[in-house]
């Protein structure tokens, strides 16, 4: 005999009851709004045939929102509750890359706790090895730019830890990573800078 899911929509076809009935009235309320802007649906109703989505996938984007939208209670609330979601290694880089950037957010409006943005994206790196092949293979056996390698540089200078910033710099140069959208010289030119402040 079947199990009878207790909710439709994205949060019954993932099993995320879990997650729904973890939230407030007013979080599940907000919640419900982003999902209307992203796919015009209730996230707890309706039928939903096969989706590709991990559980936290559907997250994350929820969190991208919260992020977004600087409604860092609620982003709060998603990242712990992320953690207990199902997906890959590739989904947890894209969970931990979002959790990283909505504290380091904060930090460039100066109110950000520095310590959270590096736990995330310390397991962003720490899990490279096992998500990079896959990765590789969505860019074309190219070297992809990963975020929390310069994020992760730019939060240990902020807390003036330059050795770990140079470290995390020189892992990124010899993984062949590039700063892509910063200066020309991309991760060298950090490195040089950051020696100049020892």
Same mark, same amino acid.
């Given at each position: 005999m079947g199990t009878t899911l207790h909710y439709g929509g994205m949060i019954g076809s993932l099993e995320l009851e879990w997650f729904w009935d973890s939230l407030t009235d007013e979080e599940r309320k907000t919640i419900t709004s982003y999902s209307l802007d992203s796919s015009n649906s209730l996230?707890?109703?309706? %039928?939903?045939?096969?989706t590709s989505a991990s559980q936290l996938i559907y997250l994350v984007t929820f969190l991208i929102y919260a992020s977004s939208r600087r409604q860092y209670d609620i982003a709060e609330t998603l990242i712990r509750l992320c953690e207990n979601a199902k997906g890959t290694d590739l989904d947890?880089?894209?969970f931990y890359i979002n959790a990283g950037d909505c504290y380091y957010n904060q930090i460039r409006r100066g109110k950000g706790p520095v310590d959270s943005a590096i736990h995330y994206y310390e397991l962003d790196?720490? $899990?490279?090895?096992?998500? %990079?092949?896959? $990765?590789?293979?969505?860019?074309?056996?190219? #070297?992809p730019y990963i975020l929390s390698f310069q994020r992760l540089a730019t939060c240990y200078e902020i807390q003036g830890r330059i050795k770990d910033a140079i470290?995390?710099? %020189?892992?990124? $140069?010899?993984?062949?990573? #590039?700063?892509?959208? #910063? #200066?020309?010289?991309?991760?060298?030119?950090?490195?040089?800078? $950051? %020696?100049?402040l020892q």
């Open positions: 996230p707890d109703q309706g %039928k939903i045939g096969r947890f880089h894209y790196v720490d $899990l490279f090895p096992r998500y %990079k092949d896959e $990765l590789y293979a969505l860019f074309c056996g190219q #070297t470290a995390i710099s %020189k892992q990124a $140069l010899d993984l062949g990573m #590039t700063m892509m959208y #910063t #200066t020309e010289n991309g991760f060298q030119d950090r490195i040089e800078r $950051l %020696k100049s």
